[in-house]
């Protein structure tokens, strides 16, 4: 079994930066990729990124690509997700999650943290 807490959310004016932790506690960290997601105000949940058991492996939504980077510290257990040049649209809550393989689909992840807001002011 896996918990999650992810940290870090806040307000940021648009072009900003912002670093979103999650923190794992559970033996089997160190087996699962992680991924991060987010939900908007009246919009479904969508991938955002994710990373496989050691790191050597990223994907990343289109949306955020080259301005998000995903990493993980298995010795500290955590991961991140170091968000730069942040626009209005990543407004969301923003989850992380484990799952047995890196995957964009949110059903394959077995396990969530509670979210952390994000709101950038345009």
């Known amino acids: 079994q896996v918990q999650l807490v992810e940290s870090g959310g806040g307000l940021v004016q648009a072009g900003g930066s912002l670093r979103l932790s999650c923190a794992a506690s559970?033996?089997?960290?160190?087996?699962?990729?992680m991924g991060w997601f987010r939900q908007a105000p009246g919009k479904e949940r969508e991938f955002v990124a994710a990373?496989?058991?050691?790191?050597?492996?990223?994907d990343y939504a289109d949306s955020v690509k080259g301005r998000f980077t995903i990493s993980r510290d298995n010795a500290k257990k955590m991961v991140h997700l170091q968000m730069n040049s942040l626009k209005p649209e990543d407004t969301a809550v923003y989850y992380c999650?484990?799952?047995?393989?890196?995957?964009?689909?949110?059903?394959?992840?077995?396990?969530w943290g509670q979210g952390t807001q994000v709101t950038v002011s345009s």
């Open positions: 999650a484990a799952s047995r393989t890196i995957t964009t689909a949110d059903y394959a992840y077995d396990y």
């Open positions: 990373i496989n058991w050691n790191g050597g492996s990223t």
């Open positions: 559970g033996r089997t960290f160190n087996y699962y990729a």
